[in-house]
């Protein structure tokens, strides 16, 4: 059975409804490539509003690393370190490669 508003057709009525109301709520993926001292290691995603580029900083930290120094530059997130550090570079390649 169909139900017929006054006018006799068969459309539904159009509710507006205002998508973007909420603008607390994240709607796409934030990518950043991640470098050390100029080279590329690897891509980290924020996929939650609770995710963080700081998260990089907590698990090198977590890692025992503290001589690093971090900035954002666009989609770039740099880490300088004052001496060539493999280690780094290795420990962040294994971050990237489990989440």
């Known amino acids: 059975m169909i139900d017929r508003n006054s006018n006799g057709n068969n459309m539904l009525p159009l509710i507006n ?4 109301s909420n603008s607390d709520v994240k709607l796409n993926e934030d990518q950043y490539e991640v470098y050390v001292n100029g ?52 420990a962040l390649s294994v971050y990237f490669n489990n989440r």
């Open 17 to 20: 409804v205002d998508i973007d």
């Open 39 to 90: 080279d590329f290691v690897g891509r980290k995603t924020l996929k939650t509003q609770g995710e963080d580029l700081s998260d990089i900083d907590d698990f090198l930290r977590n890692q025992g690393f503290s001589d690093f120094i971090t900035s954002v530059d666009g989609d770039h997130y740099t880490i300088h370190v004052n001496r060539e550090d493999d280690d780094i570079s290795n």
